[in-house]
């Protein structure tokens, strides 16, 4: 009977051992599962910081595009502006070339002015 006893404690021993280990595995299973859901967290947290970058690199793209548009507007603004001024200076060499062609007398134009704009010799 006391090798009964023995075997009796023996056993019960060894399933206490076997519940610390089940209760150790336990803990490690719920550890293991909570760095698990602290990892979906922050994957979670990865992926929103990323679509936001997405967002704001859209919205860079975006403005970009839209100041290249102003840009390229005011080039050409810039660009018709300076082919008006050209034209403008073309027009004022164009003039003043034929007014050289003129020979006006300054008593004729003093004449002219007091006259209220008729030369002596027309009257």
Known sequence: MSDS????ETTLNNFEGIVEEVNTVNTTVQEISNATD?????TQ???KMVDDVASVSEETTTESENLAAVAEQQTATIS???????QLSEQATDLQSL???F?????QMSAVRTDGGHS???R
């Open 99 to 101: 007014l050289n062609t």
């Open 45 to 47: 947290e990865v992926v």
């Open 80 to 86: 018709e502006a300076s082919r008006h001024i050209q």
């Open 5 to 8: 006893v023995g075997t009796i």
């Open 38 to 42: 602290d990892q979906a967290t922050t």
């Open 120 to 122: 002596p010799q027309r």
């Open 103 to 107: 020979i006006v007398n300054s008593t």
